[in-house]
């Protein structure tokens, strides 16, 4: 079945610092992507949904990659401030079943 | 927009009773799934769940687990009887489908087995 990979696990960064977060993925067949983030107690919040033919996205203050030959997604906050704060966690969905497979997570500290 | 609703959100149980998490899917939708989330873990699939059957179940579904959803009312997760290991925060999502894959995520039930 599908395995999903997400480094770092942790990360610490300035406030207006960029972070990076890197999920790979094996199954080539894979359609859609996702972006969460949770923060202590709470649920998660999409962040981003990216399909397979759209490479890059651009929301409020991130930027998705997602490189299909690589099986390659990524979470890039550009200038990261304290309320990001969170752990971040991407996820494949099974086009068949609608089974959502996820990384580990990425808990991310912005400190000011 | 539209909320998945998880009833209770903390539930402490003696190991070995049994424990039912609800959830109140989004009213239109046709798909339901749990997860598990092991506190600073990962979120693991257990299940999911369309027109009244079990679609597709990860080996943490364990032999104790049940779902259903009976006339329509709240999707249910049943564990019988309860493990310690069984302790984490579970997550009810529902879809309208899964060609598009839009998810609603409820906002955990916190199980505590002691």
């Known amino acids: 079945g599908e395995q999903v990979e997400q480094r770092p696990p942790h990360l610490s960064v300035r406030e207006g610092d960029s972070a990076v977060i890197t999920c790979t993925y094996t199954d080539p067949n894979s359609y859609y992507f996702f972006w969460y983030k949770q923060e202590p107690g709470a649920s998660l919040q999409l962040l981003m949904k990216v399909f397979s033919s759209t490479e890059i996205n651009e929301g409020q203050g991130f930027t998705v990659l997602l490189n299909k030959k690589d099986k390659r997604l990524s979470l890039n906050l550009t200038a990261a401030h304290p309320g990001d704060s969170a752990a971040y966690f991407c996820?494949?969905?099974?086009?068949?079943?609608?089974?959502?497979?996820f990384g580990d997570g990425t808990v991310l500290t912005v400190k000011p | 927009g539209p909320k998945v609703l998880q009833i209770p959100s903390h539930q402490i149980i003696d190991m070995g009773q049994m424990v039912t998490l609800n959830c109140d899917p989004v009213?239109?939708?046709?798909?339901f799934y749990w997860y598990k989330q092991i506190l600073g873990q990962q979120m693991e699939f257990l299940v999911n769940f369309y027109n009244g059957k079990v679609m597709e179940k990860s080996k943490l579904f364990k032999d104790q687990f049940s779902v259903e959803r009976p006339d329509g009312s709240y999707f249910t997760l049943k564990i019988q009887p309860t493990a310690l290991e069984d302790s984490a925060v579970y997550f009810c999502a529902s879809s309208w489908d899964i060609a598009n894959s839009d998810y609603t995520f409820g906002s955990g039930t916190r199980l505590l087995v002691i």
């Open positions: 009213s239109n939708h046709l798909y």
């Open positions: 996820a494949v969905s099974d086009s068949n079943t609608g089974k959502l497979t």
